[in-house]
């Protein structure tokens, strides 16, 4: 069955989405957002081409997207493809656009029939081979009314493009000067029912934001398993929320047990 073929097939019944992370002991993270980092590296220390690397990153997907949903995670982030990538080598740039297609079309009936709400932040540039961008359009319209997890694909994303796309939205809308907000900004983001990331994990030790969902993870943790992409499995994903349950998550603040120490 393709995944048009499918789209009117009845939705499953899923549970309402998690509650928010509200800095509590045992917290789950409402929004988890992961730089899949290493692949490259993972293929040239097996002596294999880099493409070798991105198709062995299959498997952590899907391992990672099971694992966020039965922990309870609201939202997952996934950064595929960066505006950036572009100026990697055309014959790597094509395998990827194929390697995704596949890999969509493949699991698209599972991902909708775990209630996983699937979205795409990006796929504006006209290179993106047709068929590809309809893949993510029938995905998207398969599992948009799905309640459970939502699954944010980042492909062909730039977070300053979408602050800029944002600032280009407010300027048509006409929206005086004094009326702009942190809040009014937010809402000309691609996707503005997204919450702000609570965790980014970001894989192979590598410590560097890379243009990802900027106004998104103002706020976030982030951890840097030392693990490669290819190799990140549910027990790595779980160590990661486990140390995120260890943080104090001030937001600039004070926590209350920290006023009294303070005072002379």
């Not at 932040?121 to 006209?126: I, S």
Request: with cysteine.
């Amino acid at each position: 069955m393709s995944m048009q073929q499918a789209v009117d097939a009845p939705s499953p019944s899923t549970a309402d989405l998690p509650h928010q992370d509200n800095g509590g002991p045992g917290r789950v993270p409402r929004h988890v957002a992961c730089v899949m980092d290493g692949n490259g590296r993972w293929a040239q220390s097996r002596s294999l081409p880099r493409t070798s690397g991105h198709s062995a990153a299959e498997a952590a997907v899907i391992d990672v997207i099971e694992a966020a949903r039965a922990a309870g995670v609201g939202w997952l982030s996934l950064y595929a493809f960066s505006t950036e990538n572009w100026g990697r080598p055309s014959n790597e740039v094509d395998f990827l656009m194929q390697l995704v297609r596949r890999v969509v079309r493949k699991h698209a009936l599972l991902l909708h029939a775990r209630g996983i709400r699937c979205r795409f932040l990006g796929v504006t540039d006209p290179r993106i081979p047709p068929a590809l961008a309809q893949d993510f359009d029938d995905l998207m319209t398969l599992t948009g009314d799905n309640r459970g997890m939502t699954l944010t694909v980042a492909f062909d994303h730039g977070g300053r493009r979408d602050i800029v796309e944002a600032a280009r939205s407010l300027l048509r809308s006409k929206t005086p000067a004094d009326a702009v907000t942190e809040q009014t900004f937010a809402d000309h983001l691609p996707y503005p029912d997204t919450p702000d990331v609570d965790l980014v994990i970001r894989t192979s030790g590598e410590q560097r934001i890379s243009n990802f969902m900027l106004w998104q993870v103002a706020y976030a943790e982030w951890v840097f398993p030392p693990v490669l992409w290819p190799d990140f499995r549910a027990p790595h994903f779980l160590e990661c929320l486990h140390a995120y349950r260890h943080r104090d998550r001030r937001f600039g603040g004070v926590l209350p047990n920290e006023i009294g120490a303070s005072r002379p």
